[in-house]
């Protein structure tokens, strides 16, 4: 039997408010243990929680980027449970009235573009976190992270293999990093993602028994999370067994899932309005004016790269990644309005020396003009291509700039013609054996004297002048 597979994503996004969401302690990340604290965010009684209303405008912003309809009245409800990590024993969430609902995204598939919807997003806040000790018997608790803003985007069961969730993972991080709201770490769990997965037989509208996945912290691991359980639920309907409901943790060591907790040990988190926080009611005249100030998000900005500069739709896409790497790109193409080329040099050079540095491009010490430079020194014959790149590397390794370098080390090229023809001349006459074969009919030999005219010239001598002035000396 064929089965396809229904996966669904809860998404966390932390969001980089300067102060916390219900009062205005610091959000800063590595602070010595709780440092960024106060009665609000320890849960102390008799406190008042005051919303922090960038949370509301950055949790709009990631809404209407997604589609959704902003709710005109949205609405806090506590969430409770019982957790070390949570001094209130309730978490301020929202539940039947959140912030957005009813978005989508597209994301990139092999088989071409897909919408996936988005369900819903809502405003909550951060847990405080626990340190076990491994020498001790004892854990410690940091309450800087209680109440740092996050968002949970949950979307529909819409994507249909583990890739598709990658991709709508990655998707989701890059419109939370052009937004400026998030970002986006995996690892340090400022993003993080619980997925659901269920099984059905292809061609079945209804849907399977899904288990939901936590724990994985990085994009490789939630493919591979998701690729396990294909594989285990398969396995299991294929013997004619049931899968059960239940929450299931990633072992990144094994590869493995194992059983968390059970429907019947499910929470139940007995929701209910938070009577401290008065609905948020948000006119469309706040919905204007956050939309008008969204920035252009990568899917619009990859299509005008395809349209503006005529780029293939990869190149458009590597260059779009960020929007740091974009603007990097629109600055050289500022000066040197060859947009191939500078994708090209972006893709190759500048792209192979980040990432052996694993530097981002705001750190990359060759700035647009000075690349615009080098590349009008190419352009101009002042310099040959070859040159161009040790000259690249040079810029990479200095940060000066590629006439500094080219003036200091005498690298323009030679397109004198009266003294490449000097050398031409000499080398002919250092090798009479290989001019008589060549003259013979042993054309393959002009390498071998473009070669040594260059080894000559150190590089420098101007290669379609050599190859022009090689072939009449030898042919005349
Ligand atoms: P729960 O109440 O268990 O959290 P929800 O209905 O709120 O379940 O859905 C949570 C997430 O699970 C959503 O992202 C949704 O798309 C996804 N989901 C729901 N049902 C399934 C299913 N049968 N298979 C895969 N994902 C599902
Ligand atoms: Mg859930
Ligand atoms: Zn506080």
Redesign the pocket.
Known sequence: MQFET?????VHAQLLTKTKIFCSCSTQFGAPPNTHTCPVCLGMPGVLPVLNRTVVEYAMKMALATHCRILPRCRFARKNYFYPDLPKGYQISQYELPLGVDGWVEIETEAGQRRIGI?RIHMEEDAGKLIHDEAQPVSYVDFNRTGVPLIEI?????MRSPEEAAAYLRTLRDILRYLQICDGNMEEGSFRCDA???LRPAGSSG????T?LKNMNSFRNVQRALEFEVRRQRALLEKGEAVVQETRLWDPGRGVTVSMRGKEEAHDYRYFPDPDLVPVEIDQAWVDAVRSGLPELPDAKRERFIRQYDLPAYDARVLTASRDLADYFEAVVADFPQPKTVSNWIMSELMRELKRDEREIEDCPVSPSHLAELLQLMDRNVISGKIAKAVFKEMYETGASAKAIVEAKGLEQVSDEGAIDAVVREVLAENPKEVESFRQGKEKLLGFFVGQVMKKTRGKANPRLVNEMLLKALKG
């Open positions: 229904v996966i669904g994503l809860e369900t949950v979307s529909e069961p819409d659901n997965i269920s849907f399977g028994t899904k939901e």
